[in-house]
């Protein structure tokens, strides 16, 4: 027992965390299935994802980083630590990684295609690459050589991963490259030196096919880099948010001090024009902060005294000192950075079908290359040697599968980022496949489809008499009556009679009567305050006031009865005002065939009297929260893909049971760690926003890879010669290279596209 009690207090000591490791040797997509099953098999690891796009694999868990490096080493490949701390430093030295990697590509592929353009054009002017004399014997044996050269400089990286590969019994992009241009060049070499071991017309050369396709993947891979950075401007943008120092308060003195030295609870001093650099909450001063960069909301929020700040977002007009509640990792800005970043790294389910495949398309190709060959030799024209060469060749560079494992990474990548931008936060790669997919959206009434924040909307004086004579009299008194309870339509009272400037005064005999309302004395007047029922039982004649509050209930307010000394004195109205921009959004996803509902705890009445104004028919009133669920089931049951929308505390359990939950944030929020999307506007248009990027992401995907396997299933029996024996046709291996670089390239600017999507007209 004793044993078991420490191993499970040394169990919750070594908390799982997750760590980032840069990946360097991944040549395709069936190397991503490789690096992952190589760190789940390491103890302490919990899930490993690598993010093919970015070269990075996200490990969550308790293994130490250098086993975690060591298992990515047996498996093939290399694997490094980033040194920066900071995101913005890890940014930079990733860029800087990338720029020299970048210029090592362009610098290869010139020495490649120095060689090779020049052996083309001879080729294609002068006629053909073949061996007859020994002065062409000679000639091309120090082309050999040269070329020999151009595979030890520009193409060494692809020999040393296949060499990698085959003692790790897998197979890769770097394989095929690599038996592809290494069977061209050895047929080469054998025809240059042993000629009479071969057919007289079979002694042609390939030299510039070896050089050329080095030249042009090595091009594709520098045009695919550069591309691949542009995926990752909104993480950057985020980045560029975090303020670089602050100015803070000690021992009577104001000093700039690096961002990273804040602590908790230390006084900071924000300029007009300055960045918040940490979240915190207002002290002195008032201003108006610029909240665009972290919700989208164009309009400049007014901070007061105990407001909250959150870091990132900009002070525009006042000077303000501010408490720190949250510094470093910490902030929201922090934890948004590192949520997008998980979520840029994570695959929805379209993805790992992706990679599944791409794991055994490698295999297969060499087992087709093998049989093409086998075909040319045992069925092809003379000279059958040659063409057998060919036609492998060609197979094994055409279907390296670059374009496949690039697909889902970076649409992923970018449309993460842009709903970052919106102020949509997207907790991983499911919730953005199965987003695209709601039929029916469940919109909690209080706080999301309204302001959750009810307001005195009108008070009806009925009786002028018993010394409340107007409307500010009745309201006086009836917030005098109500500062004693916690009720939230008491608070909008309280808050009703304080914005008017009326002064409150005490209750004495203060009485909250459960479900029916509150009575009191205040000033020496006996008060009531409650509903219908309350009235009758206590003999106050309502009849002349039940016309006005039933015009009030429907026209979703909720109507109370005030009685002054037994006498009805006013009917009040309190309402939760619908949100200015929640009609215009039910209506987009209504346009876009989802079907919407409204629950609520309300009454029937309020709750018709609201879904009939925002559009929606289908709801379901005097729900209570552990109910909501039951709501969401139902739909499911209905074969319904089902999305919630509600706070993310008392929605919780409807928001877990939804395929996806939305919660409605500010960016400094639990919802932000709890929910699968949060909307950080707190509004509905975001909701539309988030779907509507989610499809254009999913249609971006399903694009990629469609182009890509089509390329591959078009590509492979091309190039093993299916139109040969209808057109004479053979593809040569230097246009496979061409094709397979370019495919690559043209996926990534296919994803970048998304760059451009504005969900706001969807």
């Not at 207090?9 to 299935?33: D, F, N, P, R, Y």
Request: one cysteine or more; aromatic letters at 6%.
């Amino acid at each position: 027992m004793m044993d078991h009690a420490a191993h499970a207090k040394h169990g919750s000591a070594q908390q799982a965390k997750t760590q980032e490791l840069l990946i360097e040797g991944a040549g395709c997509a069936s190397c991503v299935g490789k690096i992952e099953k190589a760190l789940q098999a390491v103890a302490g690891v919990e899930r490993a994802e690598m993010n093919f796009a970015a070269r990075t694999v996200a490990v969550t868990g308790t293994a130490a980083a250098e086993s975690l490096i060591q298992a990515v080493e047996n498996a093939g490949y290399n694997a490094t630590v980033p040194a920066a701390e900071s995101d913005e430093a890890l940014m930079d030295e990733k860029e800087a990684a990338d720029l020299k990697y970048y210029h090592r590509l362009l610098w290869e592929m010139t020495i490649a295609l120095l060689l090779g353009v020049p052996l083309m054009i001879y080729g294609l002017v002068v006629g053909e690459m073949t061996v007859t004399t020994t002065g062409e014997r000679i000639a091309w044996l120090l082309v050999g050589l040269l070329t020999m050269g151009v595979m030890f400089f520009s193409g060494k990286h692809f020999y040393v991963g296949a060499w990698k590969s085959f003692w790790n019994h897998s197979a890769n992009m770097d394989t095929l490259i690599a038996l592809g241009t290494g069977t061209a060049w050895l047929y080469s070499m054998a025809v240059v030196t042993f000629p009479e071991a071969v057919p007289e017309m079979a002694r042609h050369v390939y030299f510039e096919a070896t050089a050329m396709i080095i030249g042009l993947i090595n091009l594709g891979l520098a045009l695919e880099l550069k591309a691949r950075g542009r995926t990752s401007l909104a993480i950057k943008r985020l980045i560029g948010l975090q303020a670089k120092t602050a100015r803070v308060i000690r021992d009577g003195k104001e000093v700039d001090i690096a961002i990273g030295k804040v602590l908790l609870n230390d006084r900071v001093r924000i300029r007009p024009g300055e960045k918040i650099p940490v979240d915190g909450r207002v002290l002195e001063g008032r201003t108006s902060v610029d909240e665009s960069m972290l919700t989208g909301e164009p309009m400049p929020v007014e901070k007061n005294a105990g407001d909250e700040l959150v870091a990132g977002t900009l002070n525009k007009t006042g000077s303000v000192v501010i408490n720190a509640t949250r510094v470093g990792k910490d902030t929201a800005l922090a934890r948004i950075i590192n949520m997008v970043k998980r979520a840029q790294n994570s695959k929805p389910p379209i993805g790992r079908l992706a990679d599944v495949i791409s794991g055994y398309f490698v295999p297969v190709v060499m087992i087709i290359a093998v049989l093409s060959a086998l075909a040319w030799l045992n069925f092809g024209p003379q000279p059958a040697l040659a063409l057998a060469m060919v036609a492998a060749t060609t197979v094994l560079i055409i279907a390296c599968p670059c374009a496949l494992g690039l697909a889902t990474p970076m649409s992923v990548m970018v449309g993460v980022g842009k709903a970052a931008e919106a102020g949509v936060l997207i907790r991983n790669g499911e919730a953005l496949q199965m987003a695209s997919k709601i039929t029916a959206m469940l919109l909690d009434k209080t706080g999301t489809i309204t302001l959750g924040a009810p307001k005195v909307t009108s008070v009806h004086v009925i009786n002028a008499g018993e010394g409340a004579d107007d409307e500010e009299v009745i309201l006086q008194l009836a917030a005098s009556l109500e500062a004693g309870s916690e009720h939230p339509l008491a608070a909008a009272i309280v808050e009703s009679a304080k914005e008017r400037g009326l002064t409150l005064t005490a209750v004495d005999r203060f009485t909250a009567i459960a479900g029916y309302g509150v009575e009191g004395v205040v000033e020496g007047k006996s008060l009531l305050f409650g509903n219908e029922k309350l009235m009758r039982e206590r003999a106050v004649h309502v009849d002349e006031a039940i016309r006005v509050a039933q015009n009030m209930a429907a026209d979703a307010q909720t109507p109370m009865y005030f009685a002054v000394n037994g006498q009805l004195a006013a009917v009040i109205a309190v309402a939760d005002p619908i949100k200015e921009d929640s009609i215009a959004a039910i209506k987009r996803l209504q346009h876009n065939g989802i079907r919407v509902l409204m629950l609520t705890g309300d009454n029937r009445d309020t709750a018709e009297a609201v879904a009939k104004k925002v559009g929606i028919t289908e709801f379901f009133a005097e729900v209570l929260p552990e109910d909501k669920s039951k709501k969401v089931a139902e739909l499911q049951a209905q074969g319904e893909i089902v999305g919630m929308t509600g706070d993310g505390i008392n929605d919780a359990p409807a928001l877990a049971l939804a395929n996806v939950g939305f919660a409605i944030g500010t960016g400094t929020d639990v919802a932000i760690e709890s929910a699968d999307i949060t909307l950080m506007r707190g509004s509905l248009p975001g909701l539309a926003d988030a779907i509507a990027v989610s499809k254009a992401t999913l249609r971006n995907i399903k694009q990629n890879l469609f182009g890509a396997f089509v390329y591959n299933m078009a590509g492979v029996p091309l190039a093993a010669g299916v139109l040969y024996p209808f057109f004479g046709i053979l593809l040569s291996p230097v246009i496979a290279g061409a094709a397979m670089a370019f495919s690559s390239v043209t996926v990534v600017t296919n994803a970048n596209r998304l760059r451009l999507f504005k969900a706001q007209e969807h």
